[in-house]
């Protein structure tokens, strides 16, 4: 049976139609399309969000070889549910754990998935005006034109670039010296003291009124 569909009868009653509905299917791609027909497929992604949720916590203390490969089951069937999107939700939230020592909760999943979506570029619209929507266009529309943006204008000998470069004004030898030498504890204070009130100067995250 489908990883998927051991999850849905785990987290379902046994005499719920969906249920019944969701085991008569035979690969996720007949599992999505029910689900896609199912008016209440959210309730089932909320249910797998909360197992996965109790799994992540169950298997941070106690280490359980079986816990932890229940949750890597319960994780690849709402990855599958969700798509791509909630494969980089689970990344992010992840990382999350690690850096900010935070179990994965439900609140930053949902979160990321929301983020995650937001990140992704639906549509580019092209130079002709045609409307670009495939993925991979969309990728490589995307990089040609920051390519073409980026790139130098300028041709080996041209007359145009010496003559803009005689005339732009050129910083002095002693303004160079200035520049480069160590800032002066009167500099730093001033810059501190310039900034806005409840700002940190450094990434200690100490204000600059401390």
């Not at 494969?87 to 690690?98: E, K, P, W």
Request: with cysteine; glycine share 8%; charged share 25%.
């Amino acid at each position: 049976m489908d990883p998927l569909c051991e999850c849905i009868r785990d987290c379902t009653d046994s005499g719920d139609v969906l249920l019944r509905r969701l085991l008569e299917a035979h690969s996720l791609e007949d599992v999505w399309r029910t689900l896609q027909d199912f008016p209440d497929r959210a309730r089932l992604v909320k249910e797998l969000e909360t197992t996965v949720v109790e799994l992540q916590r169950l298997a941070v203390s106690t280490g359980e070889r079986g816990c932890l490969q229940s949750l890597k089951a319960q994780k690849s069937a709402l990855a599958s549910l969700l798509g791509t999107a909630a494969q980089g939700a689970l990344v992010r939230s992840r990382h999350m754990d690690l850096t900010q020592m935070d179990v994965l909760s439900q609140f930053f999943f949902s979160l990321e998935v929301k983020n995650g979506q937001k990140r992704i570029i639906q549509s580019l619209r092209s130079d002709i005006g045609r409307l670009i929507t495939d993925s991979a266009e969309v990728r490589s529309f995307a990089a040609g034109f920051y390519e073409h943006l980026f790139s130098s204008e300028l041709r080996p000998g041209s007359v145009m670039g010496g003559r803009f470069g005689d005339v732009l004004p050129q910083v002095s030898d002693e303004d160079n010296k200035k520049l480069e030498a160590p800032l002066t504890l009167a500099e730093l204070g001033s810059a501190v003291g310039s900034l806005k009130p409840g700002r940190a100067p450094g990434i200690d995250g100490l204000l600059a009124d401390f």
